[in-house]
């Protein structure tokens, strides 16, 4: 059977009366600011685009006439198409969560759906404008008796006037990480391959646009890439299947190749993802707004969620039963809720041999003795949870033994570790995988390569994830501020944060790492990632490289009292890659994270987002060489009001932090 394809703009025939019957369709945002074009040219084929609005001046196209391909075997999609039908929706509402940035989230649109029709197949286009950006995606209903249809590929290709610069993560290939991979800025006719989601173009000053994905659950993953058959025009497509599942045993990279054919098999009907452009007036504006992704996924599943627990995690470098006991210990004591084991304590997790329901310590890791059961029973006494890491390879074969035996155990949580991703049936085991620790009452971590697109608004259980270049990987301030202002616009990244490993002296400073908890969104936070407690074992026998004894530095304090879920989130001063400075707010306390690159400079703080006619007490945490600590800290106490101003004197690489309190009469 030959492939077909569907073409929007240069194969999307139109026949009969469609144009006269329904002209130009343009769906338009609230606010009236963003618009999605629908036209039929002189050839009355169909075109769209999109359109900013600023009043008193004329809308300016900002994505040229673009086109969509679907190649498949099943369906023709090549015929001449007609619109049957369009109709039209708006939605106002709001809805709450207590493991987001914001605490009520705004959700207003209004929807179009264009019904269309040929002689071979059916097909809907749903389109959404939100003043927070656009976002479309396709329905292939239920026709000429199939029940099912492969797709060979979705190609969308969005036409630009100039070649603007754009922030890729690398080229895409085997043995390579892209996700956890360095930004560059790049002109869009310069893409590679397999460039991440989302995807930022520097459109102009006043204007950021950024192309991402929504609702993957259970398709193939999109990535982008330059097209090769336009001059000026970024080309998204989908992974393939993987031909072998072969990983780096250290990095978890893929070396395998995929699959050209058959990239996305489902029963009809269908919806895909959705394809979302995210339009913001600056980075920070982008940022704030990012909660579009959540709101393009279906609801909470989850009836109740009082048991899913958002907190900070230490993770136990020793795996040892008296490493364990005391890092419950110093968990309870800094208000922290989470004591994390790592890789080692089922033996070495790369093998496909390795046994996640036996506790067979690696001993490249750890000499032993371990008593998981002791230290969960102590657990439960001292209020904490336990979590553990399991890598894909026993997840894939036991993930059905393993959830009713980690109930068993008291596991809280279980870090996912170096899933495979891109294809469709990893998207569509990761996502089953999350669902089924609901079921089990357990909260989970996704790692490696895997990116949010808002399955966490349906599944709160999965509080965070990676897909991110974290402190694991040495970053350096100045990526740091790339990856607020492009990763993060996804949703939350699971960092890693370290303090007294010496990596902190090349990436930035303390003060910085401090910032970085609250620049950088995650529910489950990692805190002290290479450090051990004080009262732990000493720990000569294993492979966490550079570990150091956790102290009582007084700045220490901001960790125990930092939250990481917020009622109100506001980007106070943001220039990517150069400096970022956010204020979020959690019940009456304010929390402000200032990261700084590579220049010195001042950073003016207005609070005027505090109550107004309300004093706080604030603690500012900033670095200088002249406290004699290992870290070096300075705190500061301050009396401000919503009426206040204040500078902070910022050299490369360093940060600020501080806790706002109101004053109680």
Known sequence: MSKFTWVILIGLILTGCAEDAYGPIYVTSPDGKNTFELTLDENKTLLFAVLRNSEGVESTRVIQPSTIRLLSEDLDFTGAFEIVDVSTKTYQGEWKTRFGELSTIPDHYNETKVALESPGAKINLIIRAYNEGLAFAYEIPQQKGLKSISLDDELISYQFDKDYEVWSTPERRPGRLTAQGEYQKIPLSQLKPGAERPLLIEYRDDLKIALAEAKLVDYARLSYNADPNAQLAILSSLDGKLLRAKQDTITGALKSGRSQKDKVKKDLPFQSPWRVIMIGESYGDLLEKNYLIHNLNDPSAIADDSWIQPGKVLRETTLTTEGGLRAVDFVAAHHMQYVHFDAGWYGNEMDDSSDATTITLDP?????????????????????????????????????????????????????????????????????????????????????????????????????????????????????????????????????????????????????????????????????????????????????????????EPELEFFDNVPTTWDETKVLEAEIAQIGVMARRKGNDWFIGGVNGKSRRTVTINFDFLNDGEKYWAKLYTDDESIKTRTRVKIEELTLTSESNLEVELLPNNGFAMHLVPVQD
């Open 364 to 552: 490249k890791r750890s000499k032993g003795p371990f008593d998981l059961e002791k230290i969960t029973a102590y657990a439960r006494e001292k209020g904490v949870k336990v979590m553990l890491y399991v890598n894909r390879r026993s997840l894939e074969k036991q993930l059905d033994e393993l959830l009713p035996l980690f109930k068993e155990w008291g596991i809280a949580g279980i870090k996912y570790g170096f899933v495979r991703v891109g294809d469709h049936d990893a998207t569509a085991w990761l996502h089953e995988a999350i669902k089924k620790a609901a079921a089990y009452g357990m909260v989970v971590d996704v790692h490696d390569e895997y990116r949010p697109t808002g399955f966490s608004r349906t599944y709160p259980n999965l509080l965070t994830q990676e897909g991110i270049a974290g402190d694991e990987t040495s970053v350096t301030n100045e990526h740091t501020l790339i990856t607020m202002f492009t990763r993060m616009l996804a949703g939350a990244a699971d960092n890693t944060f370290c303090y007294y490993n010496k990596r902190v002296e090349t990436m930035g400073s303390h003060a910085s790492q401090l910032a970085k908890t609250v620049c950088l969104f995650s529910p489950l936070q990692f805190l002290y990632w290479y450090d051990r407690v004080p009262a732990a074992p000493e720990k000569l026998d294993g492979l966490w490289g550079d570990t150091k004894t956790i102290g009582n």
